[in-house]
């Protein structure tokens, strides 16, 4: 078998794509979530009334029992650092101009995680932490620009 | 278990950054090689599964039946498999029941991956998997994820970095025997350490390699294994599992579900205590940290214990349990489907004592391989082994 070693070799290989583009649906769920966040700055979960997860983003049914969720409840964007990561590449491999800090937060009264950016000095598993919200939202999760130590 | 069904045969092609070879063309290498070892004709074959990750990867969709060709499939049943980064493991698995289930007597199991023909890079073909309103805006890809499942694990089992690393010093090392390997050499920890970091606290050689590669097995009833070989591999137990598709909705610390795939495939093989009664691992290691997450999974190793077991050399090639002396996806290269399956071909070639600078020491009987995949939330494990089951 070879290896090839030329990336410029125009006989070996050539450019070409899957052209495909995308209409995504927000759902029913999602389209609660998102008037919730857009309209007054808050995490809409919802609940099974069998097990008692509480899901945040709010989903339409527990995947547990299978039974719809139909208890909504607001939540503030509060919680505690679960887990995080310093990103220091971009998806191409190249270095990323700062780095970016992802993480999962455990929103309080959630029992799911939630996943968003930190921007904080030095991260901590445990830091509590609370959503800085735009200030015209247009009801997409980039609604949250970062979550800040509290 | 109700029919009995063996390996007889395996086939590999080198693991390289960017092959010369199609997608089709590596397949089809793998396949024959396969076929020639066992000294079958491709009329002997009664079922072809081919298993291979995302379309993305190949820039082909309907990949598997682009692939068919050089699979072996033409005018014979046919099927793909495809459960992400599990799909090397679970790929052996459908052949296993096809056999067992004794619809088929001879089936040729053919994993392929090019990943070279994905750009920017292929991590990009992971960016579509995950929510699409509430995650994707966001820009999260799997190394950011692989990140905080590692640090969450490091941090709950007060796990050192330089305990993780040696993962990749052992797995490299080992691979320096393996003659598909793309990145077998001696490292040490101090290179580890020294790597660039990707995404804290995952280094650059904590991570595997993407590649292009192909592997196969041909997987038999017992009748025709014997007029094949004198020394069947057997399958003894296999099992599979799924986590929550919400990777939001996980603890990350303990890998759950691979634990209930490997509880599944013990119970079939009879095995009542698998640290003891396994002789060989081989875990899926895409990430250093991920063979001892893994390897606890597995049941080898007590929660959170799998580096202190490491540190004592307890998985080393020569150590009480060798885990990954193939030389893993860290030393030998990461083309997905194709590397678990490399991980099923290494047990194959060990407890036939064929594995060369590779062999573990002993006699060993037994081996479990294990793949991983999807959004994070696949275990697949199969159990092999010299006795029949
Ligand atoms: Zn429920």
Known sequence: MKELKNHNDKLTFFSGNIPLESLYTVGIAGDKFFQSLKNIGALLSSKCSRCNYVYVPCRLFCERCFDELKEYKELEPVGAVYSFSEVNIERDGSPVKTPVQAALIKINGADSLFYHRLNVKKPKIGMKVKAVLEKYRKGSINDIRYFEEI | ?389
């Open chain 2, 1 to 389: 278990m109700k029919g009995k069904a063996a390996i007889v045969s395996a086939g590999i092609t080198k693991f390289v950054r960017r092959a010369k070879e199609t997608p089709k063309e590596l397949a089809w290498y793998a396949a024959k090689m396969a076929l020639d070892n066992a000294g079958l004709s491709l009329d002997e074959v009664d079922a072809v599964i081919h298993g291979t990750a995302p379309d993305a990867f190949d820039g082909v969709h309907q990949k598997a039946e682009y692939l068919s060709d050089a699979s072996g499939a033409f005018n014979k049943p046919y099927i793909r498999c495809y459960v992400g980064g599990g799909t090397g493991v679970m790929a052996p698995i459908y052949g296993w029941y096809y056999v067992a289930s004794g619809i088929f007597d001879t089936v040729l199991v053919v994993c392929e991956e090019k990943m070279s023909s994905c750009r920017p890079h292929p991590q990009a073909a992971f960016l579509t998997i995950f929510d699409h309103t509430t995650e994707r805006p966001l820009g999260p890809n799997l190394l950011w994820i692989f990140a905080l499942e590692m640090n969450r694990y490091m941090q709950v089992n007060k796990i050192k970095l330089e305990d993780i690393a040696m993962v990749s010093v052992k797995n490299k090392s080992n691979a320096k025997n393996h003659p598909s390997a793309l990145l077998g050499s001696e490292v040490t920890l101090k290179d580890i350490m020294e790597s660039e970091v990707l995404a804290w606290p995952v280094h650059r050689l904590m991570v595997s390699p993407i590649s292009d590669g192909a592997a196969a097995i041909i997987i038999t009833n017992e009748e025709k294994a014997k007029k094949i070989t004198d020394k069947p591999v057997w399958i003894q137990g296999a099992g599979w599992c799924l986590d929550t598709a919400f990777w939001t909705g996980r603890d990350l610390c303990y890998p759950q579900y691979v634990e209930y795939a490997a509880k599944m495939a013990y119970k079939m093989a009879g095995i009542k205590n698998p640290a003891k009664e396994i002789s060989i691992a081989e875990p899926y290691d895409p990430f250093a940290y991920k063979e001892l997450h893994h390897l606890e999974g597995l049941q080898l190793a007590p929660k959170g214990k799998a580096a202190e077991l490491l540190m004592d050399g307890h998985f080393d090639k020569n150590g009480n349990l060798p885990s990954s002396p193939s030389g893993g996806l860290l030393g030998v290269g990461n083309p997905i489907a194709a590397a678990g399956m490399m991980k099923v071909c290494e047990l194959f070639w060990q407890l036939r004592h064929e594995a060369s600078g590779r062999q573990v020491p002993g006699n060993p009987k037994r081996g479990v391989a294990q793949a991983w995949g999807d959004l994070m939330q696949v275990g697949t494990v199969i159990v092999t082994g010299v006795d029949k089951p």
